[in-house]
Nanobody, 116 residues
Framework: QVQLVESGGGSVQPGGSLRLSCVAS????????MNWYRQAPGKERELVAS???????SYADSVKGRFTIARDNAKNTVYLQMNSLKPEDTAVYFC??????????WGQGTQVTVSS
């Protein structure tokens, strides 16, 4: 089985920073794409950032210039560095991974709360 576990969420003031981590474990040969999604209450889940096996990245317009996605292939880990956080960033953040077998796996989510 493959499992993804997120960590690093918490509560911060506007302008603060957090770094989320997501570790994949199990029967993994390689991970093609890793993504971060977020979902706020009453809203649809949205794609925040994505990174490919070749380290090509993409970001939602709302987080460009503030968030950075990175991966450590040796550790099967993806990170999301979140700077200049805003109340609008409050959500549950989920990672997922598209593996070599073309199957998609999701983590359980970690809460990020930004408030004054």
């Amino acid at each position: 089985q493959v499992q993804l576990v997120e960590s690093g969420g918490g509560s911060v003031q506007p302008g603060g920073s957090l770094r989320l981590s997501c570790v994949a474990s199990g029967s993994i040969l390689s991970i093609n794409v890793m993504n971060w999604y977020r979902q706020a209450p009453g809203k649809e889940r949205e794609l925040v950032a994505s990174i490919t096996s070749r380290a090509s990245t993409s970001y939602a317009d709302s987080v460009k210039g503030r968030f950075t996605i990175a991966r450590d292939n040796a550790k099967n880990t993806v990170y999301l560095q979140m700077n200049s956080l805003k109340p609008e960033d409050t959500a549950v953040y989920f990672c997922n991974a598209l593996l070599h077998n073309d199957r998609l796996y999701w983590g359980q989510g970690t809460q990020v709360t930004v408030s004054s």
